[in-house]
């Protein structure tokens, strides 16, 4: 079989950061992998110069992670279509609300021999259109017609990209794909354990953005770590529900791999949603001006998942009261509530009022 070529959709720093990754093991696997790893770049201008012509150039995006050498296997392309043609495996690692723009332009241009698979990097869900949950591996599946899977994890780009020692989980319900994903992306500081509940494992991905938003509150309120710690675990008790409820039969399990409860913590005290969150608290301005001050162009997911997720619990009668948590974070978000009122919301949540 002729090696598999591996396309990275998307360039942010996560992008970039795995690109470190995938760009190391292709060339380590030459019997497996094509060791050109092309990666599309949404081309802009960086300082009168075009962002691919300077990764190409320099090995290192200037924008987004800067100070950190990408491979010399990874090769920028700002064409969408051009990138990902001859792929076998396509790395989606963009914000979830463009993933629908780029399948539209993918669609019927992959002519990979061999086949062609998917793995998302992308914490975000999507609302069906006719009402309940989809996770973004089933919107890219539905949308290409391959099959998609999801690694997920405890993972800040910046420490990835620094080779911090870290996990990750890959979910993948095919036994037969496992092992050769598990060769693309694990590196002796970057360990990857592969379950068959990926469905879990997406959803963890997505929602864990939402709680780390209420610590990010909590942070911004002048809360300490006991409030933060209450603030997790009944976050984790609403993910773990929340999963059951879509997903009835989902393995407990999985919520301990780094795909869930290490990943939370790890956004919870680190990760952007926190980070804007807390200072959308304190400066009092416009959430979304709050973003674009701190991100440098990125976006924090937390805030649309949490709508989304509203969204969906609109259609089913008091599903917003068995998750407090969730609702008051987009209720504050979208500026019906105060921050200040995000420990009332929790005060009588479910986990709370049980009988002995």
Request: hydrophobic share 40%.
């Amino acid at each position: 079989m002729a090696p598999l070529r591996v396309t990275i959709v998307g360039s942010g720093n996560w992008g970039s950061a795995i690109a470190r990754i995938v760009g190391a093991t292709t060339k380590q696997n030459p019997g497996d992998f094509d060791t050109i790893v092309k990666m599309w770049v949404f081309e802009e201008m960086v300082d009168g110069r075009k962002l691919s012509e300077i990764i190409n150039e320099t090995h290192e995006n200037v924008k987004y992670l800067p100070g950190k050498i990408l491979p010399e296997n990874v090769v920028a392309v700002p064409d969408l279509v051009e990138s990902c043609r001859e792929a076998n495996i396509l790395i989606f690692v963009v914000p979830h609300q463009f993933v629908a723009r780029i399948c539209s332009q993918l669609k019927d241009n992959l002519k990979a021999e061999g086949g062609v698979q998917a793995v998302s990097l992308i914490k975000g869900v999507s609302v069906r259109k006719e009402g309940g949950l989809k996770l973004i591996s089933e919107e890219i599946t539905d949308a290409l017609n391959i099959p998609c899977y999801a690694l997920m994890g405890a993972n800040l780009a910046p420490e990835v990209a620094s080779d911090n020692f870290c996990e990750a989980t890959i979910g993948c319900n095919d036994k037969k794909d496992g092992p050769i994903l598990k060769k693309l992306f694990h590196t002796p500081n970057f360990r990857i354990s592969v379950v068959d509940d990926g469905h879990t494992v997406e959803l963890c991905g997505a929602l864990k953005n939402i709680v780390a938003c209420a610590a990010g509150f909590s942070d911004g309120l002048g809360y300490g770590d006991n409030t933060k710690a209450a603030i997790i675990r009944l976050g984790l008790m609403e993910m773990t529900k929340f999963v059951e409820h879509y997903y009835p039969g989902s393995n407990l399990q999985t919520f301990f791999e780094s795909c869930g409860v290490a990943d939370l913590i790890t956004t919870c005290y680190g990760g952007r949603n926190r980070r804007v969150c807390e200072a959308f608290v304190k400066s009092g301005k416009p959430l979304a001006e709050v973003e674009k001050e701190l991100l440098n162009g990125q976006s924090a997911q937390g805030p649309l998942t949490a709508e989304e997720v509203y969204l969906m619990m609109e259609k089913s009668d008091g599903l917003h009261e068995k998750f407090p948590l969730f609702t008051a974070v987009h209720r504050i978000c979208s500026g019906a509530l105060q921050p200040k009122d995000l420990i009332d919301c929790l005060r009588d949540h479910p986990e709370h009022m049980g009988d002995f």
